[in-house]
């Protein structure tokens, strides 16, 4: 991952880190999107020696192949005896189903009804021996609740969701578990600061190929200043017309990198444009020396043209006679 590492994102990261480090640490990241929750995520979970398990939303992703998906999860974490975080983010709720599924591993460990009877007697028959070895295998129930217990211990479950319109107050309210069982870190916009050191990491890296080595600073400050005026001009739209516009890190991003393109861009058709126009003064400029050397040669033969002239008007007369 491309980061650049400011104030806030070291703190977000180190808050990450030590949620993921306690027993049963579970995170809810709140802020819009692309302020860096999921790579700070990533990146604290591979601090932590933990791997990242994440659902891929497809067109046909429906409630099977999500509970494909967590069992999946929860034999890495109760069989293979994998810590895992599981990161799940807003944009991947096909339906509100999954928050509940969430909101009961997140309160019990388990889904009811999630493992058909004989994938649970696969699982109790792959474990017996483990739980017997801790006390905990003297019949299946017991077995199952040593696995649910050991996913409860090694899953760490981390949301990251947009504090954006209604839907994030619905879901808080209807799944408490999102709320109470989570160590919830709050996104704010990025400062000054983290804008200028991420357009500055971004000119660096195309420096050479844009040639502008010279205009960091400047260019940094100016998208800086473009972003935060977008900022406070979309306060004032919703001062006047009630109506909200969001300015994110995503946005700003993206106004960096179309920045980039165009200049990148601009340096090629700007040449050609200036050597076509060079190819063109130069053309004129000859065509001038040209039309000057004919007005040379006309003015050297004017007598001789006049002379013709006077010679055919002569013999028009002989031949008239």
């Known amino acids: 991952m491309n980061l650049v590492f400011f104030d806030d994102c070291i703190q977000h990261l180190a808050r990450i880190a030590r949620i993921l480090r306690q027993q049963r640490g579970n995170a809810m990241l709140v802020g819009v999107g692309g302020s860096g929750r999921s790579s700070m995520a990533r990146l604290a979970a591979s601090i932590n020696a933990m791997s990242t398990f994440s659902i891929e ?3 046909s992703y429906r409630v099977k192949e999500w509970y494909e998906d967590i069992k999946k999860l929860l034999r890495k974490c109760g069989l293979e005896e994998e810590t895992v975080q599981f990161l799940f983010n807003d944009t991947q709720i096909v339906f509100e189903s999954f928050l509940e599924d969430i909101n009961n591993l997140l309160n019990s460990g388990e889904i009811p009804n999630l493992f058909p009877l004989d994938e649970k007697i696969n699982i109790c028959d792959e474990l017996a021996d483990r739980a017997r070895s801790v006390g905990r295998g003297q019949n299946r129930d017991e077995i199952y609740a040593y696995f649910v217990a050991q996913c ?19 879901r808080c309210r209807q799944f408490p578990s999102i709320i109470n069982c989570c160590t919830i870190d709050w996104y704010n916009a990025w400062p000054p600061e983290a ?12 420096k050479d190929k844009l040639g502008i080595d010279g205009q960091l600073d400047i260019l940094s400050k100016a998208s800086m200043h473009i972003h935060e005026s977008v900022k406070n001009a979309s306060e004032q739209f919703f001062a006047e017309l009630r109506r909200r516009n969001y300015t994110t890190p995503t946005s700003y991003l993206d106004l960096i990198k179309t920045y980039v393109e165009l200049l990148g861009k601009q340096k090629v058709i700007v040449p050609n444009k200036m050597t076509r126009y ?18 040379k040669k006309l003015i050297e033969l004017m007598p001789v043209i006049e002379t013709k002239t006077k010679d055919t008007q002569e013999m028009v007369v002989d031949l008239e006679k």
Do not use: C
């Not at 899953?155 to 994030?168: D, K, W, Y």
């Not at 804008?195 to 195309?206: C, F, K, Q, T």
């Open 57 to 59: 939303i497809t067109k």
């Open 152 to 170: 409860r211990e090694r899953m760490h479950i981390v949301l990251a969701f947009s504090p954006v319109g209604e839907q994030f107050r619905n």
């Open 195 to 206: 804008l200028y050191s991420v357009a500055h990491r971004a000119y660096d890296e195309n």
């Open 278 to 295: 060079q190819n063109g003064i130069s053309r004129l400029a000859e065509t001038n020396i040209m039309v000057d050397d004919l007005k």
